[in-house]
């Protein structure tokens, strides 16, 4: 029999994580979207972020440092490797492309090996968003109520920057037709250049504001990126609304299914993968010829 | 891409053979531990099956740790759980059962190619890290693994072998590396394994010319992960334990970094790339004493030879042998070059006579070969063709002309079932074509060539007829993946033939990226025609030409039209009424008219068209 108070609660948990999972896989898929390259490395950028954060708050004490930190070191990571690394594999193919993303990934995993070592770390919540919170209908961890609300207003701040702003037009433009927006004069390295740097900042904002939550360790960022797959194949590449729709999905079915066995969360993704695969082979808002 | 030898088909068989088995004696000397050694073979062997998904079709997994994992593990449960003893029988049961699973996840990774074929393996080898883990740890003993796995044995009925010291157990491995290697080697040198380099280089154009690519690619992916599964068993034997990390995400990384760094579509680079990784791993671990961030160093490196070094390791050896050779020969191929085609129209009969279209013979055969009606094609709101009825008959020469945006391509589009029709009829021969895929259209003796040249780049002239000409030899579909292709009847006989018929008959061993754009426009036109086609469109068959190369093939395209039916679009009115018989017009998406070209010259409409049209000119 099915406990209620306990399928609202991991309805919740879905929510949380189907936000963080969209916000991660928006970075991913703006920058795919942009500049055709798969980023083998973004899981990697997710845990990095953590550390980053962790590193921050070591030594701040603050939350909020900390989180900015996170944000800005993965956004300046990100500037540096598409600057010196990724640009020279435009003209490549694109196996090149993920063959040195996945080697970029790597080095970032064990490089925080190096230093922080293998053992997690945790970063507490902050003051004001510890405890539960009574919802009337249940208790739920404040912090998680919070991570939700944070989440979702990086991810509006995102899509206001990719909807709202001029050089989110220009980034739209180029995930429809990079070459033409480069003959139009505007200098499109210097656009795939921030993108990179956004996309990834994405995924590190989500690795610190996650990690009071999940602890972290040089590996967090492998399972999230598989997720972040799954969410994007089943969402549609290069579509934003389609990460946010796949990422919410993706959440509900690893915590709805947590709550009756774990183990088969990933079973039960890969179900919804292929169903999405054999009836929808782009993905639920994505279109064809963009691959 | 090895180039082997054609007069010594055994050399590389034999050279391998040589050096495994000076190895073990060899290599202990260069600091490699016999474990070492023995696990370069396995994980080069599921290089080599790697290599031919990779290397040779393009299709890059993340995914190869799920067979070996599976092939491993069934072979592994089969000797520790069971009273099964027969290490060999457990090992081939493994790789059949490997080979199931690569079916079944085939079936779905395919769906899909490119950035999305590499996500979806990873994902689908997520998932059998997870079930090895939980759902089935009563088989797979969990994370624990399954211990107590025997030496490799090879049973006789009245002898039993036992390979349990270092020398045996490494003869063991390196006879099926070989057995492994001799496989692979006949497969990338038969039809099918040219048909896999030619889905890597242009998937789209192998199926245009009548092959089923969907089945060749799930082919090499039963394969790949056959090659997997039988090393994920020998994986268990020779640690005499079967690790779960087989499945691990970091295992798939490993084989795709090792082919990398050895260099991809080699077959050998595997093995060089195995040897280096694990050599590295060795030295930055037991000598260095750099304790966990061995990994650190190792993914420093491979980054920079994925920046520097674009052929792995076995590309830079064969540059390095070409640089040496080609300082004491001097290259010798450009010289013999055509540098244009005689100008005066060519009669080609021998080449002609030799080169039938399928359904012969055409002058018994009256009435219409191709017949559309009602064919229409919409875009959302906008129509690129509407309500077209359109006959040609069989040995005509019939020209489509119409200002840019007409519609022409996406009729030609249709005719060749590259693009479904939003409604209308295609009857071909008196067969109705409209549902068909374009591989079957192909079949059926129907093919196009392309305006922007869809050719094969890094194959010679002489692969890229071949690909066209199997696809007519051997049908859609067709698993000779042990024939060797200098065997097969008929074949170098319609390569060379089609060669001749467009002037390239010089130039049949240079890779298509070193032929000039005149060549290249001549190849493509080849390869429609190279599939012994009753009907072949030809999509502007003279843009980007030189008046003088546009005489040549005007005159080259007469040749070619005995005996068979063209379709020509082109813009240069001139050429074209000198080629065709009947030119049809179209303007925006629909028949203008249809008739001669004197009579199409004066029409009031096609001049209104022209000139006083919305595009204002010949465009």
Known sequence: ?291 | MPTIPRQRPFVVEALTALALLAAPFILPHLGFSPSTINRILIYALVGIGFDLLFGYTGLLSFGQAAFFGTGGMFAGYLLTQTSFTNTIVALILGTLVAGVVGYLVGLLALRRTGIYFAMITVAIAEVFFFVEFNPLSAFTGGENGLPGVPSPNLMLGFKTFTFDSNLSMYFFFAFWYFAGLVIALRIVRSPVGLLLRAIRDNPLRAQALGHDIHGYKLTVFVVAAMYAGFAGGLLGLMQGFMPPDAFMFATSGEIVMQTAIGGAGTLFGPLLGAATWLLLSDFFQTTLHLGATWKLVLGIVFVLLVIFLRRGLAGAIMDLVHLARGKRQGRASPATATPAMPVQPVSVPAASAALPPRHTPLQDKPGPILHTTGLSKHYGGVHANADIDFTVNHGERRGIIGPNGAGKSTFFKMLTCEVLPSSGRIVFEGQDITQLGVADACQLGLTKSYQINQLFERLTVRHNLAIAALGEIRGKFKLDLFRDLRKVPGLDAQVEHTAALVHLAGRLDTPVSELAYGEKRRLEIGLALATSPSLLLLDEPLAGMSPQERVETVALLKSIAVGRTLIVIDHDMDSLFELVERVTVLQEGRVLVEGTADEIKTDPKVQEAYLGGVQGAFA
């Open chain 1, 1 to 291: 029999m099915i406990n209620w108070s306990n399928f609202i609660a991991q309805c919740f948990n879905g929510l949380v994580l189907g936000a963080l999972l969209a916000l991660i896989s928006s970075g991913l898929t703006i920058i795919y979207g942009t500049l055709g390259v798969l980023n083998l490395a973004h899981g990697a950028m997710f845990m990095l972020g953590g550390y980053a954060g962790w590193v921050a708050y070591t030594y701040t004490g603050s939350f909020l440092v900390a989180v900015a930190a996170g944000a800005l070191f993965v956004m300046l990571v990100g500037l540096v490797t598409e600057r010196l690394i990724i640009r020279h594999f435009y003209a490549r193919p694109p196996e090149d492309q993920l063959l040195v993303t996945f080697g970029l990934g790597i080095v970032f995993v064990e490089t925080v090996r190096f230093f922080f070592g293998s053992l997690s770390k945790t970063v507490p919540p902050p003051s004001l968003l510890t405890g539960i919170t009574n919802l009337g209908f249940m208790v739920y961890p404040t912090y998680r109520l919070g991570l939700l609300g944070i989440v979702s207003v990086a991810l509006l701040a995102l899509y206001f920057v990719l909807y709202r702003t001029r050089i989110g037009m220009i980034v739209r433009a180029g995930i429809e037709d990079s070459v033409m927006v480069d003959s139009l004069g505007i200098n499109v390295y210097r656009v795939f250049m921030l993108v990179f740097g956004i996309g990834s900042m994405a995924a590190g904002f989500a690795g610190i504001v996650n990690a009071p939550v999940v602890s972290i360790a040089p590996d967090v960022g492998d399972a999230i990126l598989v997720q972040t797959f799954v969410v994007v194949v089943i969402g549609g590449v290069g579509s934003f609304t389609g990460a946010i729709l796949g990422g919410l999905i993706a959440g509900e079915i690893v915590s709805i299914t947590s709550m009756f066995n774990p183990a088969y969360s990933y079973v039960m993704l890969f179900i919804a993968m292929t169903l999405v695969l054999v009836l929808r082979p782009y993905g639920l808002l994505g279109s064809a010829g963009r691959e």
